[in-house]
Structure formats: structure tokens, C-alpha cells
Nanobody
Framework: QVQLVESGGGLAQPGDSLRLSCAAS??????MGWFRQAPGKEREFVAA????????FYADSVKARFTTYRDNSKNTVYLQMNSLESEDTARYYC??????????????????WGQGTQVTVSS
């Protein structure tokens, strides 16, 4: 079992930065993913990071603006979001995947999910 708790969301203006955190407990040697869901839209992949942090993947829409990294001593994964745009407004979720070698990009392949944290980008 893995328990995940996201934090760090809030209201930002276009061009601002936010950092989301995802604290894990239980089994923590897991691949981690970040997903987001806007009202009326499907949940979409944002970023993923392997157990060691050595492998990362990003959606094209956030590449070069978002960075994910992890501090395994704190069992925490981060999503640094820079140059925020109104299109980034969504509820952001972290998820854990326990068995694959590399982190997947499909939501259905993740085993455990946090409750999410809201990010609103508006002027």
C-alpha cells in the first residue's frame, strides 16, 4: 500500500511559479507520476519520474516549463511549475506505480493516487 498526499497548489498569475509536493508513505520505492484534470476534460499525463529519479518524462505541453524531481530521504516527489499559463489550471494528482522498470505515462497503469491539489492560473 502507498499513501500519497499532495500539497502546494493555489492561485497563481500567468508567468508565476508554483511547486507541488507529493509525500508518500507505506511502500515508497515506487515510480511516480503527475496528472491533471480540468473541469470537463479527461485526466492527462503531466510528468513521471523513476524510483531513483534518473528517468523523467514530460508531456509536450509542459516540457521546458515543468520539472519533476524527488528526495527519497524525505519520501517526497516535487513538481516545479514555471511560466504558468491559464491552460495549466486543473486539479493535479500524484500517483504511484509499483512494478514497472520505467514510469508509465498512462493513468490506468498507476496503482495508487492522492486526493489532488487545485492549481488555478488567472490574472
Amino acid at each position: 500500500q502507498v499513501q500519497l498526499v499532495e500539497s502546494g497548489g493555489g492561485l497563481a498569475q500567468p508567468g508565476d511559479s508554483l511547486r507541488l509536493s507529493c509525500a508518500a508513505s507505506g511502500e515508497t520505492n515506487v515510480n511516480m507520476g503527475w496528472f491533471r484534470q480540468a473541469p470537463g476534460k479527461e485526466r492527462e499525463f503531466v510528468a513521471a519520474i523513476s524510483r531513483s529519479g534518473g528517468i523523467t518524462f514530460y508531456a509536450d505541453s509542459v516540457k521546458a516549463r515543468f520539472t519533476t524531481y524527488r528526495d527519497n530521504s524525505k519520501n517526497t516527489v516535487y513538481l516545479q511549475m514555471n511560466s504558468l499559463e491559464s491552460e495549466d489550471t486543473a486539479r493535479y494528482y500524484c500517483a504511484a506505480e509499483i512494478s514497472r522498470i520505467t514510469p508509465p505515462q498512462r493513468a490506468r497503469l498507476y496503482d495508487f493516487w492522492g486526493q489532488g491539489t487545485q492549481v488555478t492560473v488567472s490574472s
